[in-house]
């Protein structure tokens, strides 16, 4: 049996690795999904986070310090996640018309995407291995939705590199790699986590902090930006039912 920092170091790395990578493929085998579906996907991946935040992450990591080192740390990770994505956007760049080839645009574009999705799954990666120390199972539900997460940021990568002429495989290359931090990140995160009782009350209102910004910049507002119909809110609302359930299971 491996030790458990090692299982979640694997898991983290897993997650960031098939999120990002699993959308440059998407990109250059059938080049686009259904919107319908990526609505519905990405605001149930919301609901989902945003039960876990409020039902479990945060009221553990008030009991396992204060009510002030789970505000630290849910202030910590709103504010690291949304300093990187001032200083480095990762999901908004636009595909500009001015100046230079048509092909350098786009690379430059897929260039600064990929560098910006590895700078934010960092982070991200901190969460996963700081929800572990909730449970296992917690743990490996956030990195499924992560993952998830990481889909659609992908496909952005890969079809700017695409469109820039870069090869398949190479393109497959650079967003798998895009996602190697988050494994870096989820080694952190497990082993603040087990430093101490407040450590770990940080720890994990980092996660819940970091997963909200995620939720409220990035999940939501682009699945409604896909939705057909009311696919974005039905999603949402589904992944919330989900999440309370799952949460119930577990206790």
Known sequence: MLPYWLQVTIIGLLAG?????????????VKKVQDRLLSVLLGASAGIMASISFLDLIPEAIDEGT???????ILLGIGI????????PHRHFSFSK??????????KTGIL???GIALHNLPEGVAIGASFMVSFQVGLLLAVLIAIHNFPEGMAVGAAMCVGGVRSKKVLLITALAGVPMGIGAFIGVALGGVSPWTLSVS?????????????????PDAHRKATGHSAIMGILAGILIGIFFIELLH
């Open 67 to 73: 009510i002030y080192t789970a505000m630290i740390g």
């Open 81 to 88: 996640i949304g300093l990187l994505d001032v200083k480095f």
């Open 17 to 29: 690795v098939i999120g990002t990578a699993s959308g440059g493929l998407t990109v250059i085998i």
């Open 113 to 115: 995407l990929s560098i």
């Open 204 to 220: 994990l209102g980092f996660a819940a902090g970091a997963m909200l910004y995620i939720v409220f910049d990035e999940l939501i």
């Open 98 to 107: 001015d100046g230079g080839g048509e092909h350098n645009r786009y690379l």
